[in-house]
């Protein structure tokens, strides 16, 4: 065999390109020219390179943006359009976006596009590493094949691993850097050159797996499982507020018994599930299961059940209005936070869209703020700009929906907010979880209070 992993053991001279700069590649391009290790940035979104060379980055993660700051000028962060950039690389690694349809269907436009556009550029001894997320035996049927169609073998002439990625926004530069990588290899060269690589290129731990059809479950199931848990939450929290029965005293209590080698681990209740990756995993696995004569009931259960959590919020609002002498048709709700999570201004796929659709069906007016969205991005999806300040979007409303439980949101004076807001004032509590003693003290203050099963 030619593909010897022996050589990536260091990473002295190493040089790494990357397909695909979104959000994962950007992470790990960052991750790698920090330490030492020589990046090349490869997307054919122009805007995307420009922005590189110049400095900036437009991914809202924060430390991201002062990384690329630093970067920038440097040999070791360099952008282009051009694929043939990949001919100098040792390692080769593809991110680059693989979106599911309206109806769940996984398109592989773009990944086939970028590995057609490898096959024609590879050179012997060089190893690929696929990090998008795809159904298993992906890698193997139709990523290999592509990229032997310039005429090399993998794990003769290159090697070729799945590396599923495994990052949460809000801390992925901190979880590059730490979190092991779940190998799986084309084949015992492949799955050892792709340890070596991380161990060397990162200081991370490898998790070895037999075949890369099973990392690429890895990366399904781990989503399937966090989407599932979250509907249990949510589900829970619908029950408990027949009771009047705080739900997160419920799941501090139930997450105390030991179970297996841990304890039950049942995660908390919000307006909703958003994302690039929990609201699209699970269906990759459900229509791949189907395909192969299997039914993965819970997937579809899990996900329905999700969402239907941004109506389920919005109903919540104007039942709480009513109660308190409110005509939903002509209230006012400021939302604070549009983001789809905590401390990101991320709004792909955000659980708030379904909120503010609801309420303004109900006839609300709804002044959005988020100092952590790009405004034209929260115009683009909400139909409206935000409001410039705090101040804007809380004068006068009669209730503040706090949706994404930023920092800033979390420590929200809500004091000196009484003489802007009409009192008494409705405070929802999407996900910010407030304490006890917090509620009780917005209660003091003449506020009304609830959340999700609270």
């Known amino acids: 065999m030619r593909f010897l992993p022996g050589s ?11 397909i695909g700069f979104g959000y994962v ?9 920090e330490r030492g290790i020589s990046v090349v940035a490869i997307d054919r979104d ?33 952008a282009t359009t051009s694929y043939r950039a990949v001919r100098d690389a040792d390692v080769v690694i593809i991110t680059v976006d693989t979106p599911v349809d309206e109806h769940g269907a996984l398109q592989t436009s773009q990944l086939t596009d970028a590995c057609q556009r490898l096959g024609g550029l590879l050179r012997a001894g060089q190893l690929v590493i696929l990090k998008s997320t795809v159904p298993p035996g992906t890698t193997r049927t139709l990523v290999a094949p592509l990229l032997e169609s310039g005429g090399l073998v993998h794990e003769v002439d290159f090697g070729l691993a799945f590396c599923p990625e495994r990052l949460a926004e809000g801390g992925a530069l901190a979880q590059v850097r730490q979190l092991p990588v779940v190998v799986g290899g084309c084949g015992p060269d492949s799955a050892a050159a792709a340890a070596r690589f991380w161990t060397a290129a990162l200081g991370v731990r490898a998790i070895p797996m037999p075949t890369p059809e099973a990392a690429e479950i890895v990366k399904l199931a781990t989503n399937w499982w966090i989407d599932a848990n979250v509907a249990i939450a949510n589900e829970l929290a619908r029950y ?8 997160l005293d419920v799941i501090a209590s139930a997450n105390s018994l030991p179970k297996g080698d841990s304890r039950v681990n049942i995660l908390l209740p919000s307006i909703g599930v958003g994302g690039p990756c929990l609201t699209k995993d699970p269906w990759i696995a459900w229509h791949d299961a189907r395909d192969r004569g299997v039914e993965l009931k819970t997937v579809a259960t899990a996900r329905r059940t999700n969402d239907d959590m941004p109506a389920y919020a919005a109903g919540v609002i104007y039942d709480e209005l009513v109660k308190l002498g409110r005509d939903p048709a002509s209230a006012r709700v400021a939302v604070l936070g549009v983001a789809f999570k905590n401390d990101t201004g991320d709004l792909r796929r955000t659980p708030v869209r379904g909120v503010v659709d609801a309420l303004r069906a109900y006839g609300m007016q709804v002044r959005l703020y988020d100092h952590l969205a790009d405004p034209q991005q929260v115009r683009a999806c909400f139909g409206e700009p935000p409001a410039g300040s705090l101040a804007e979007a809380v004068d006068g409303v009669d209730c503040v929906a706090v949706l994404a439980a930023h920092r800033r949101f979390r420590e929200l004076d809500f004091a000196a907010l009484r003489d802007a807001v009409a009192m008494p004032c409705l405070v929802f509590d999407g996900r910010a979880y407030y304490r006890p003693e917090r509620i009780d003290q917005l209660r003091a203050l003449g506020y009304s209070y609830r959340g999700i099963g609270r």
């Open 8 to 18: 990536l053991e260091s990473t002295t001279g190493l040089r790494v390109a990357i």
């Open 25 to 33: 590649g950007s992470c790990l391009g960052v991750a790698l020219a």
């Open 46 to 78: 122009k805007a995307t390179i420009e922005a590189l060379r110049a400095g900036r980055c437009r991914i809202p993660e924060p430390g991201l943006a002062d990384a690329v700051v630093r970067l920038a000028g440097s040999p070791l962060l360099r």
């Open 240 to 247: 408990c507020s027949a009771f009047g029965v705080d739900v």
